[in-house]
């Protein structure tokens, strides 16, 4: 302060006030679960407009490059998401939580029955995934009711082959089914169906 005819000069006071990065946060669209072999993709934003870097914690479940994310064994993926920020933003970083889960057994092709033998087959897939070791057998469980009649208990059958020929008491019937893979410390998602044949 200059001072006037009334008051001398005052002496000069200096003050620093720090000017801190502003924060900054980050958003990501990605799904909650996938099934192993189907890559996917996220889509990661940061408030400040600075590019998003993404990363794999868990290399042996899921790889990313360039936001596209592919599965390498069925588990919990886990996906880092961060910017280190500049002169004007603070870093930031979050984490997110795809699960990676077996691909279904597809579910069952089934034949109609011809007149004279009165035999369905259940026919389907194994699971096409690399990360389903040990597989041993498949649990088949059916049920039929016939016109006018209630259905049958569940009938449970275990089999190695990827098919299951049932006998019928007559062509018109109504069937429903489910299917399960059973590898050594796991189990496929069932697959299931009905059909009806007049």
Excluded: H
């Excluded at 088949?140 to 049932?166: E, H, M, N």
């Amino acid at each position: 302060q200059s001072g006037n005819s009334i008051y001398e000069a005052a002496p000069a006071e200096i003050r620093d006030i720090q000017i801190a990065p502003a924060s900054q946060s980050i958003s990501v669209s990605a799904p909650g679960e996938v099934e192993y072999g189907n890559p996917f993709s996220v889509a990661p934003t940061a408030t400040s407009g600075l590019t998003v870097v993404a990363e794999s914690q868990t290399p042996s479940v899921c790889a990313v490059s360039e936001y596209q994310v592919t599965s390498l064994g069925v588990g919990e993926c886990v996906l880092r998401f961060s910017q280190n920020g500049n002169s004007n933003y603070a870093s930031v970083s979050v984490t997110r939580t795809v699960n990676v889960a077996y691909q279904s057994v597809q579910k069952p092709a089934l034949l109609s029955p011809v007149k004279k033998i009165k035999v369905v087959t259940l026919r389907w897939k194994a699971p096409t995934n690399a990360a389903f070791s040990g597989l041993q057998s498949y649990r088949v469980k059916y049920r039929i009711a016939y016109p006018g009649k209630a259905f049958s208990r569940w009938v449970s059958k275990t089999v190695t082959l990827r098919s299951l020929k049932v006998t019928l008491k007559q062509a018109k019937y109504r069937m429903e089914y489910r299917v399960v893979a059973i590898a050594a410390t796991s189990v496929s998602p069932a697959a299931i169906g009905t059909v009806q044949v007049k």
